[in-house]
């Protein structure tokens, strides 16, 4: 993302690292398939793709550890991902950008008015507001994070937010929420698309981005997370599902069925209730995931993450009963050993709840 309001020819950027125009009519075909869109799809990414540089993207830094803007661009090795943000025309973005104090306020305010209705929005963090709002101010003005988002919002033609902080409040927000931070659908009218994630995969990012600059929208689930990539639960994926069913559990870290690679359920792996596709697109040019490093999923691309998922390395005493049972998808196989190792799930559940309560 070194270019801010550079233009240079895309195959230039990826040549500088190594790729060729096969290597990205190659990737156009993954993000084609990716985005379930099937790989006759893939020409059309590729315009896509070399005409974004037409469409001005404002990116905003809210409350949050900008661990998103890292998901994208962390990589020693640059991926065609990464290096396709370098050639949108990113007018603003605090964490890469030269510009800094009445400059940088500058380049907003003209970024804002110059290209007013037809820019992509990005957020990523939460917004403190109302009475709170003095918790994040910004800039060589002081103005607040909330007086800057809004602004920013009035104007954009389409908004994302990206990560779990800018979707629904995601950690700053968790309670007792000390600085009123709300997620940026609070403080606009507008239709918001939810990336979320802490953070959310350099594929989520970069797929729904170009999803909106191909078609102008997409279909969305009920906490309007794009479906393509948040359609699923990590359980139905997961690499450890066959041990789930066969009733093999990790029963704590660094135990034999640690070594072995069981499920995580029962230190407290909430992937039968989180939606999200990192089982199968990974992280960091799909090295690994949680679940692959051996932790369970705490549930980070769901509403109220911090509060609703703990205890991280704990089952969810509540949760698990209802889950399994209204679980269509996955009850369809093996409902004899779910059922089971549900039930079992449940009691280890209860157990663990009573024990807690004793202490
Ligand atoms: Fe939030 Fe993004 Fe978590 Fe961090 O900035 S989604 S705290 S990974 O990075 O907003
Ligand atoms: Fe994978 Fe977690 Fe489901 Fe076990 S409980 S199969 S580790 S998602
Ligand atoms: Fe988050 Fe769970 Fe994926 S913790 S990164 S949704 S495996």
Redesign the pocket.
Known sequence: MQNLNAKKDLMQILNEHGFSRRDFLKWSSGMATMLGLGVTFAPNIANAVENASNTPVIWLHMAECTGCSESLLRSDAPTIDSLIFDYLNIEYHETVMAASGHQADENLENAIKKHAGKYVLLVEGAVPAGSSSFYLTLGSKGHTGEEIAKKACENAEAILAIGTCSSFGGIQAAAPNPTNAVPISKITNKSVINVPGCPPSEKNIVGSVLQLLLFGSMALDNFNRPKWAYEHR??DY????G??DAGEFVESFGDEGAKKGY???KVG????YTFNNC?KHRFNQHTNWP?GAGH??IGCSEPDFWDSMQAFEEPLKNKSFRTFFNDATSDKIGIGVLTLTGVAIAAHATISTIKKDKE
């Open positions: 990590i359980h997961c690499e450890r599902r041990h789930f499920c995580l359920y792996c909430k992937g039968p089982a679940i369970g999923c």
